[in-house]
């Protein structure tokens, strides 16, 4: 009977009392014995229950034990095969040794032990060859494995990697790195378009190679992460270009630092755009303020307007009562002598006051005036109609209101128009408004009379406009008053009385016009103004105030 877990051995010989006494003496050893008496017998067992070992004698009939041996090595070689031999059989010993013999044991076997000894080995033997199969199995598998684990991570990384390297070559961002030497080691597509050189050129030169890469200190104060430092504008591939430059420092395995990583961007578009989002901006304060001035400039205009009204109607009856009762006040003058009118010597009012009469309505006069241009400064939108209007007769009707002005202050007028000028459709009165100012202002300009006003008008055919030049001699405007000239209520000349509301004017109506006023100032050699007017204007959005 067999036991469970318990060693099989298959003893072999034609000796019965043999194959008894060891039968007995292994199974009380703890070994289950399978037996025959003759080499096929014993093949038939070994095929059909697969002992754990097999004891074999070598002289045997029919099948000795040398052919069963060649059988058990061929088809079972992991079986341990133990050959038993008569004294004077050596021969045959070693010739199963070479055939893949175990062991051997020499009859008679006289000590038990050292049969048990032999078949203890055997197993024990057979137990390591196994697990050291099992072992190498179990290698060989893992190594599969790990062979076609590292295969595919290295196919994964390969077609990461090339991945990475298509995401950086067309990365919109410039990328660069260089050695701590300064020498190129790779970049990509976009730093070779952001800085016009060719990647074959760079990679292994030092950046000192390229004077255009001067500006960029890619080497200096590179940290692990540092912040981004912004360059330009700077001549680069043909067109000025603002960019940015990010350095990292990178470090080896060791912790040193190998090199630098450059990260550049192209950062025009994106600079011009915050420049018109803030010139958006300010032209939309701007606006906002106008049109708050405007509103305060009519409520101002209105509470002047009324004291000044009434100022200015007494004032002819004041001086038609003066002139009435002076013959009176003579009279008593030349008989009593002078006396006192008002705590003042009746002689001197009457020398003072028709001089402080005629003050009075000279300011009055030109506080109208002031009211009159603040209302204009603060009607956005003119509601008169426009007709063709030719330009020169315009020029010349406001030549002639301040012809005499002009006399006084300039000797040297010189105006040239270009004849036959096309109509504009414009409103008259408004340019003449416009014209007015512009000579006035070039008048007031001159430091002495032989100074130059020259005034000259043309057709450019080629923008569809009509051009009004005025240019004088005059002091010229500073850079920085040129910054304001159209700012409402500025003025160089508060102390002569300008309001600061001339220009704002003139540069509102032409531009609701659809043109534009520029300004040419060198100071100390005068000022050129030019009006530029289109044929056919654009009509601007009702209440809306053009952008400044």
Known sequence: MTVAGRKRILIIDDEADLRFMWKEFLEDSGLDVLEADNGLKGLEILRAEGPDMVVCDLR????????????????????????????????????????GAWDYLVKPVSDMG?????????????????????????????????????????????????????????????????????????????????????????????????PALAPFDFLGEAEDHSREVRYGPLPLAGEDRELSLQKILIRGDDGRPAGVAGLVRDITEISRR?????????????????????????????????????????????????????????????????????????????????????????????????????????????????????LNRVLRAALRLLEGKLKKACRNLQVEVEDDLPPLSANGRQLEQVIINLLLNAAEALPDPDKAIRVATRHDAKTETVLLRIEDEGEGISAQ????????????????????????????????????????????????????????????????????
């Open 60 to 99: 045997m009939p029919e099948c000795d034990g040398l052919e069963v041996l060649s059988v058990v090595t061929s088809e079972r070689p992991e079986t341990p095969v133990v050959v038993v031999s008569g004294a004077g059989s050596i021969q045959d010993v070693i010739e199963a040794l070479r055939r």
């Open 114 to 210: 050292v049969l048990l000894h032999v078949i203890d080995k055997a197993l024990e033997r057979s137990r390591l060859l196994k697990l050291q199969r099992e072992y190498h199995l179990q290698l060989e598998r893992e190594v599969r494995e790990r062979t076609e684990e590292l295969r595919n991570s290295r196919e994964s990384y390969r077609e990461k990697s090339e991945l990475l390297e298509t995401l950086l070559r067309h990365l919109p961002l410039g990328v660069c790195y260089l050695g701590m030497d300064g020498v190129f080691v790779d970049v990509n597509d976009s730093f070779c378009r952001i800085f016009g050189l060719s990647r074959d050129l760079l990679i292994g030169r030092p950046v000192a190679d390229f």
């Open 274 to 390: 915050a420049r018109e989002d803030r010139e958006r901006e300010q032209q939309l304060i701007q606006a906002d303020k106008m049109i708050s001035l405007g509103i305060l400039t009519a409520g101002v205009a209105h509470e002047i307007n009324n004291p000044n009204h009434l100022i200015m109607l007494a004032l002819p009856l004041i001086e038609e009562t003066w002139q009435a009762a002076l013959p009176i006040l003579d009279g008593y003058a030349t008989e009593q002598g002078d006396f006192l009118l008002g705590n003042l010597p009746f002689s001197l009012v009457r020398k003072r006051l028709p001089e402080t009469i005629r003050s009075v309505a000279e300011g009055a006069d030109r506080i109208k005036g002031i009211v009159h241009e603040m209302k204009d400064f603060s009607r956005l939108d003119s509601e008169e109609t426009r007709a063709p209007t030719n």
């Open 481 to 548: 008053a040129m910054a304001h000239l159209f700012d409402p209520f500025f003025t160089t000349k508060r102390e002569t009385g300008g309001t600061g509301l001339g220009l704002a004017i003139s540069q509102r109506i032409v531009r609701k016009h659809g043109g534009e006023i520029r300004f040419e100032s060198i100071p100390g050699k005068g000022t050129a103004a030019l009006v530029v007017l289109p044929l056919k204007p654009k009509a601007e959005p009702a209440g809306k105030e053009p952008p400044r």
